[in-house]
């Protein structure tokens, strides 16, 4: 228990680095042709639960319409205006071919929530959110742990007929939510009748992780991946990254707000708890760039 | 010791409770004002006694099966707090006694058995 990892062979600009935008964004878009009405583009929205759509015209992007531009029309009673009167014109689109890396800078630097994505033509291919990164690099650090544990021969037996995987949308600042998914992951482990040891073990690790990322981050995913053999907690998120990643792994070092004390948290034992939990672990974080951490906790172990 | 007896004995106030605290066995108490402390207690059967009044309180008692919570200094419950209860079925109970009284309280009872 407790193998603290600082791994090599998981370093986030390495993943960041050797993905594609293409690799990553979401490829069934909804466009709104120029000619369209604010009330198209609401229905478009609220229907697909999604918040901000491309402007095209011959498959070029002209502009964006965001959730803010419907609810403004919408308080000036301009539903039947067209989209042209409300859109952004100065939208930045990134290249397919970039390098994710890419991606992250222009979320850096530009306070949208989305780009379009345009291959070398100037064609409108995709869009790429955190969502889209965050989810790409939950997928491509656990191929790596698979990897990992299968060149040590621990994956040889792993059988996944009650596998279960699950990744959690985590938003900064959300406390009213936070925890729920712990709570749920805590009843599928139970269902599942896993030994209670191993079920607290795993709702700890992931209690502590989604509160970390719901108070230090600005929202991230939190994955959950479950063979026989295994439990595996995973989350990352974009930023802000940890500057001092072995000062964060000292119990009782912390740097939560007063605002998240007054909630029993911010006491600087949620990383070292995390550890504490599981038979292994590994952190790596950048700052400016972001933190992942892995926990893995093996059912079989007590 | 079952919660009923404790309530009982010590005139608290039943807040929220998901039913009959008579089938609720108490045998360890945790006091604390920090979650993460809470979340590494291992005990079982464990009565959290407590002046945080935040949902996130209940939430890490859920996650570490805490049985049912007292909340100090004359604190009461809100909504959110007894609704998270109510999905998780655990008793919130109050009292005015700040934390070091409530475990004096309970400690004597406790002892008393």
Known sequence: ?302 | MKLSEIIKASGFNVFYTPGDTENINISSVAVTELLSDLLMNSSEQLLLITSLTTEQTVRSAGITDVKAIIITNGKTAGKGMKIIAGDLGIPLIGTEMSNYETALVIGRLIKDI
């Open chain 1, 1 to 302: 228990m407790n193998n603290y990892i600082y791994t090599d062979s998981l370093r986030l600009q390495e993943l960041v680095y050797g993905l594609k935008i293409k690799e990553v964004m979401t490829r069934d878009i909804f466009t709104l042709p120029l000619r369209a009405k604010m009330k198209e583009a609401k229905q478009i929205l609220k229907k697909n639960h999604i918040t901000g759509l491309p402007v095209v015209e011959n498959s070029r992007v002209l502009g964006m319409i965001s959730m803010n531009d419907v609810i403004n029309a919408l308080e000036k009673g301009s539903m039947e205006e067209p989209v042209t009167e409300w859109m952004s014109r100065d939208v930045q689109v990134l290249s397919e071919d970039m390098s994710l890396s890419f991606a992250f800078s222009a979320f850096n630097k530009y306070p949208y929530r989305r780009f379009p994505v345009v291959d070398k033509e100037n064609r409108i291919t995709g869009i790429i959110t955190f969502r889209n990164i965050n989810l790409a690099l939950i997928n491509k650090l656990s191929s790596q742990l698979n990897e990992l544990e299968h060149s040590s021969g621990e994956n040889i037996a792993a059988e996944r007929i009650s596998g279960f995987t699950k990744v959690y949308t985590i938003r900064q600042y959300d406390f009213e939510n936070g925890g729920k998914a712990s709570a749920e992951i805590k009843k599928i482990l139970k269902e599942k009748k896993l030994p209670d040891t191993v079920v607290r073990r795993a709702a700890v690790a992931c209690y502590e992780l989604e509160i970390n990322l719901a108070a230090h981050s600005i929202g991230g995913m939190l994955g959950i991946d479950i063979n026989s053999r295994r439990i595996k907690i995973s989350s990352s998120d974009l930023g802000p990254g940890i500057e001092n990643v072995d000062k964060a792994m000292e119990a009782g070092f912390s740097t939560a707000s007063e605002w998240i004390r007054s909630m029993g948290f911010g006491a600087g034992m949620g990383l070292p708890n995390v550890k504490k939990v599981s038979d292994k672990f590994n952190i790596h974080s950048e700052s400016g760039v972001g933190t992942m951490v892995r926990s893995v906790i093996y059912i079989n172990n007590q």
